[in-house]
């Protein structure tokens, strides 16, 4: 799974507060952020976003610096007051001392100077992903000695990092995604083999789960004879 679909699919829950003065920039972020969440709301000045704030759950603030009525920083600063875990992407003309200084111990977890584009935004969401797997879970406990990174598809065995191939990916993200199910060779196929031209056979499904099972000492895949494999979970 792409680092893209990951952050899609991390990000679709939650809501998003963006923070913009100018409309036409405001238009251009709003529709990058809908690529990664449905839930995006979209405040003109701090006044406006301090208000929508208070009245619903907001679970990540992205906002500008430059605005009208309380700036960026006197918002974060409000909000900080109330909430100190609210993850905070700043946006900024500028990258002036003043600018960092006065933001300093405000807990921002990421900044984006203007012109923003697509790779930014993406680049400052999987800076806050850490923050956001609190309830997003990015990191899947398999056992008390391993996990699964969803987002950088590998397996995390005590403090060793594992990477996998395209394929052992795909398959981890299917078994994680139903965890605890039994994920059939029809829905396998489909998610493995879907981009190719040639049909999965036993023999190469076998393969991959041979090659997965070798990474770590480990045993968390369990056949389910004739109709699939499930994710073994201590």
Same mark, same amino acid.
């Given at each position: 799974? +792409?680092?893209?679909?990951?952050?899609?699919?991390?990000?679709?829950?939650?809501?998003?507060?963006?923070?913009?003065?100018?409309?036409?920039? +405001?238009?251009?972020?709003?529709?990058?952020?809908?690529?990664?969440?449905?839930?995006?709301?979209?405040?003109?000045? *701090?006044?406006?976003?301090? %208000?929508?704030?208070?009245?619903?759950?907001?679970?990540?603030?992205?906002?500008?610096?430059?605005?009208?009525?309380?700036? *960026?920083?006197?918002?974060?600063?409000?909000? #900080?007051?109330?909430? #100190?875990?609210?993850?905070?992407?700043?946006?900024?003309?500028?990258?002036?001392?003043?600018?960092?200084?006065?933001?300093?111990?405000?807990?921002?977890?990421?900044?984006?100077?203007?012109?923003?584009?697509?790779?930014?935004?993406?680049?400052?969401?999987?800076?806050?992903?850490?923050?956001?797997?609190?309830?997003?879970?990015?990191?899947?406990?398999?056992?008390? %000695?391993?996990?699964?990174?969803?987002?950088? *598809?590998?397996?995390?065995?005590?403090?060793?990092?594992?990477?996998?191939?395209?394929?052992?990916?795909?398959?981890?993200?299917?078994?994680?995604?139903?965890?605890?199910?039994?994920?059939?060779? +029809?829905?396998?196929?489909?998610?493995?083999?879907?981009?190719?031209?040639?049909?999965?056979?036993?023999?190469?499904? #076998?393969?991959?789960?041979?090659?997965?099972?070798? %990474?770590?000492?480990?045993?968390?895949?369990?056949?389910?004879? *004739?109709?699939?494999?499930?994710?073994?979970?201590?």
């Amino acid at each position: 799974m +792409q680092i893209t679909q990951v952050l899609s699919a991390i990000l679709k829950d939650i809501t998003i507060l963006y923070v913009e003065d100018d409309f036409s920039t +405001q238009e251009i972020i709003s529709e990058i952020l809908e690529e990664f969440c449905s839930n995006v709301k979209v405040a003109s000045d *701090g006044e406006e976003a301090f %208000e929508i704030f208070q009245n619903e759950k907001i679970d990540l603030l992205i906002t500008d610096i430059e605005m009208p009525k309380k700036n *960026g920083i006197e918002l974060v600063q409000a909000i #900080r007051k109330e909430s #100190r875990s609210l993850p905070v992407i700043m946006l900024s003309a500028y990258s002036t001392h003043e600018y960092l200084l006065s933001s300093v111990n405000l807990k921002i977890e990421a900044y984006i100077i203007k012109p923003v584009t697509f790779s930014k935004i993406k680049e400052a969401l999987l800076s806050v992903a850490k923050t956001l797997n609190e309830t997003k879970n990015i990191y899947v406990k398999i056992s008390k %000695e391993l996990s699964y990174d969803r987002l950088n *598809g590998s397996l995390v065995e005590t403090d060793k990092k594992i990477s996998l191939q395209k394929k052992e990916r795909a398959l981890m993200n299917l078994l994680i995604e139903n965890r605890g199910n039994l994920v059939t060779y +029809q829905s396998i196929e489909k998610a493995l083999w879907s981009n190719e031209n040639e049909v999965m056979t036993s023999t190469a499904l #076998r393969t991959v789960v041979k090659k997965l099972r070798a %990474e770590t000492e480990f045993d968390f895949i369990e056949n389910v004879s *004739g109709s699939g494999y499930k994710l073994r979970i201590d």
